[in-house]
Nanobody, 128 residues
């Protein structure tokens, strides 16, 4: 089993920045692609970003955050980060860290159903 715990959420004004962190523990976290999803009230959970275990340059972003967010990871610390800049009120949501076993160095998933492990989530609120 893998445990994921998010941190770094909070209240920020529009235009501000936040950095979310997700610490993984438990079984070896090698070969786990790490992703971020979010869920706003009355909306479905949606993909935000993902990064490959093997290659930091294998990343994908949702169009809604592309250019404003950067996902990164520190494998030595078993931690993944999501730096979010130029935040907008529509970014308000609970942000979830998730992980899936990665069988190919360049194949990562963007669908929530494909993830094996989830954190409890951290609230991000952007005020206008």
């Amino acid at each position: 089993q893998v445990q994921l715990v998010e941190s770094g959420g909070g209240l920020v004004q529009a235009g501000g920045s936040l950095r979310l962190s997700c610490a993984a523990s438990g079984r070896t976290v090698s070969s786990l692609a790490m992703g971020w999803f979010r869920q706003a009230p009355r909306k479905e959970r949606e993909f935000v970003a993902v990064i490959s275990w093997w290659s930091d340059d294998v990343t994908y972003y949702a169009d809604s955050v592309k250019g404003r967010s950067t996902i990164s990871r520190d494998n030595a610390k078993n931690t993944v980060y999501l730096q979010m800049n130029s935040l907008k009120p529509e970014d308000t949501a609970v942000y979830y860290c998730a992980a899936h076993l990665q069988y190919s160095s360049r194949f990562v998933r963007t669908d929530a159903a494909g993830y094996d492990y989830w954190g409890p989530g951290t609230q991000v609120t952007v005020s206008s």
